[in-house]
């Protein structure tokens, strides 16, 4: 029949044969291959089944953790199974990680999976109220020092659903951005290729590096935001820089690039002038930055039309997207997040904020937040806010946004928008 011993380096390709054609289910296993190879090669406990005609048929691959030891996979050869050799694998396995030293002994499996019998046999006890929780880090070892030395960083995830308002940029920016992103495969499938490039162009205060931040919390990936003013280099200059920055972001596997008023380091070039080299260099950097999947690289701009023709041509940027000031049903989104259980007319204050900007609207709600704050500290109790106390918090502001600023931004849209 077969008999059961210690694996031998040597076993390692019969390992991994026997884990591709040993799965009874279609979910992955809790413990991946990469888990299972290392914990061979890190000689932890482990024993193969070897048949009468030497074909390995079996194996249990353990893995000691102090005084824990997990079970990683048993695998049997198809042909095996249902013979009692899951039981004897898992025995001479068990046998094994006690003689180490281990008390507890715990697998992790896919309802159904290959050995589901064994553990039973042997009187494991099955736990059926745990809730197991995974998280795929998005950073690899190898790119965490880079990740510092740029300043970045993984945002917080649910940046996305804190987005208030905004619904026409928010569906526009999901559609063209996110979905390709995140489905790769799958967009493949219909011909689009996922947008490595965009411009969100509009007038300051808008939430461009809101959006930004939020589109690398949705996927998950690194955010690396890039400032032109701290990119020039003793030697080179501000070329230079920018050269030494896309060339570590491109050893990262995977990473959002924000570049904010992009125009400082995009403007229209001019002959002979310092500007012509640094885009230049940005163009040539935008090229190999394309040339990897699983990177985005978010420029910002508040004036579109001073940059230079050849930075937004097609093949360049995906998309150019506008990211306007926020309509009313922006705004009532806005003011309800920021009201919280405060009770105001909303609608009031929807009508009172025409032409303002997120952040003027949060500077707005921050300025009555502190007004209540020091009216509760001076008065012993408890002050709530009312619509009028907003009200005059607005009336008291000088808005972003000016009339010229709004019909500039809707000449732009015509001239420079491609969705």
């Known amino acids: ?97 006690l003689a180490a030293g281990v008390r507890k002994l715990s697998a992790l499996l896919p309802a159904g999976e290959t050995g589901d019998a064994a553990f039973t046999n042997l009187g494991f006890t099955q736990r059926n109220a745990i809730s197991y929780y995974e998280k795929v880090e998005t950073v690899s070892p190898s790119s965490v020092g880079i990740l510092t030395a740029l300043g970045g960083a993984v945002p917080p995830a649910g940046l996305w659903d804190k987005v208030a308002g905004m619904r026409r940029e928010k569906a526009l920016i999901e559609r063209r951005i996110v979905l390709p992103l995140s489905r790769p495969e799958l967009a493949t499938e219909h011909g689009v290729e996922p947008p490595q490039a965009v411009v969100l162009f509009g007038p300051p205060g808008t939430g461009k590096t809101t959006f930004a931040r939020a589109v690398a919390s949705r996927l998950g990936w690194p955010f690396v935001e890039l400032f032109p003013s701290r990119l020039s280099t003793v030697d080179g200059g501000l070329a230079a820089g920018i050269n030494d920055a896309f060339a570590r972001i491109d050893e990262l596997d995977r990473v959002v690039v924000f570049i904010d008023e992009v125009e400082e380091v995009a403007s229209t070039r001019e002959l002979g ?38 930075f937004l041509r097609h093949g360049r940027f995906d998309y150019v997207l506008p990211v306007a000031p926020p309509d009313p049903d922006a705004r009532f989104a806005l003011w309800e997040r920021y009201l919280g259980e405060n009770r105001a007319d909303v609608e009031a204050l929807v009508s009172a904020t025409e032409g303002y900007t997120p952040a003027d609207v949060a500077h707005a709600a921050r300025t009555v937040a502190q007004q209540s704050f020091e009216t509760t500290v001076d008065t012993g109790l408890r002050y709530r806010p009312t619509t009028e106390d907003y009200l005059d918090a607005i009336a008291a502001m000088r808005p972003t946004l000016t009339p010229v600023m709004v019909q500039a931004f809707t000449e732009d849209i015509s001239s420079y928008s491609r969705t």
């Open 1 to 97: 029949m077969w008999h059961v011993r210690d694996f031998a380096a040597e076993d390692l390709e019969a390992a991994v044969r026997l884990d591709a054609v040993s799965t009874t289910t279609d979910q992955p296993p809790l413990f991946g291959l990469a888990d299972v190879v290392s914990s061979l090669q890190a000689r932890h406990p482990a024993v193969v089944a070897v048949a009468s005609n030497g074909l390995i048929v079996g194996t249990a691959i353990g893995r000691i953790d102090q005084d824990r030891a997990w079970v990683l996979r048993i695998a049997l050869d198809p042909g095996w199974r249902s013979q009692g050799l899951g039981s004897a694998l898992l025995s001479a396995l068990e046998h094994r990680l």
């Open 273 to 310: 002038s310092a500007t012509l080299s640094v885009v230049n260099e940005l163009l040539k950097a935008l090229v190999t930055f394309r040339n990897r999947p699983g990177r985005l690289l978010v420029c910002a701009t508040n004036s579109v039309r001073t940059l230079d023709p050849a």
